[in-house]
């Protein structure tokens, strides 16, 4: 008997353990893992296949399981830096509690993983987005004019803007999307915002990569905008937009939004119209002209 109670409270206390799995998203990555002699999987789709087996049958035992971007490259180096054996299953296993913490992860909530996978993929992208635009926020250094630290300086501005931006938008859903010319390719931060005559729905992270993103472009004077588009029950869509320009945000024309949004990015082609949508300028941010901004 207390044995029969010994392996009940186990499987209790299983129940109790969050896991992790390190995931290999395409073929090339797998491929790379595919070196090491104690990786035994030899077909991807094979090994999505097993992966998702798994994540639903701990999911149908009541675990909770994160699943983590695996990257071959990073993998090497953390052994080395390790040093651990990068050919055994034990230094995968430690690899994979890092990624649970600090690397792109997406909890398994039922979704299939042709699902799963596309969100974890952006999530990295997402993240890899916010560390680069730190980083440079952080390497600028102060004003040549003023001594006052411009990446600092730029976030807080890019904050403001932002909320001046959702304070002028009004109840209903919004979706907005920055984008910053860098070198050496374009940066872009989404923002998905739900408010309510009493409350602003708001996911913090969110707020802070994307206030990141529009700072960079403040701090470096690079080309960008951003666009909003806004949903309420009952009324049309309305899209709306700025350019940057020095410190601050020139409003887009409607005709302008509207060849935005009506021209195909990789053809040049025109395309459809949305119907239902209303192509507009931005509200009054009750802001002054753009200043020229710091003098690096």
Known sequence: MPHTRHQTMRRVLRREIAGTIGLLTDEEDFAAMRRYRTFTFDDHRTYLQQVEALLRTLAAQGGHTTV????????????????????????????????????????????????????????????????????????????????????????????????????????????????VSTTPESLMAVLHAEATEDAAGLDESEALEFATVLALGIATQAPGGLVMRTSAHGTTDRIYGWRLRGEGLVPLTAAEVFDAYCTDIDSGDLVSPESGVDYCVPPDLGEEEPGRGHRH
């Open 68 to 179: 983590a971007l695996f990257d071959p490259e990073e993998y090497a180096a953390f052994c080395s830096d390790t040093g651990l054996d990068p050919d055994a299953p034990a230094s995968r296993t430690r690899f994979t509690a890092e990624l649970a913490a600090t690397g792109p992860a997406l909890p398994y909530e039922g979704q299939p993983l042709a699902d799963l996978v596309p969100d974890l993929v952006d999530e990295a992208v997402r993240q890899a987005t916010w560390e680069y635009a730190t980083t440079v926020l952080a390497g600028i250094g102060d004003c040549a004019s003023c001594g006052e630290d411009i990446g600092q300086a730029a976030f807080a501005r890019a904050t403001h803007l932002l909320t001046r931006i959702l304070d002028t938008a009004g109840p209903g859903e919004r979706h907005l999307v920055c984008s």
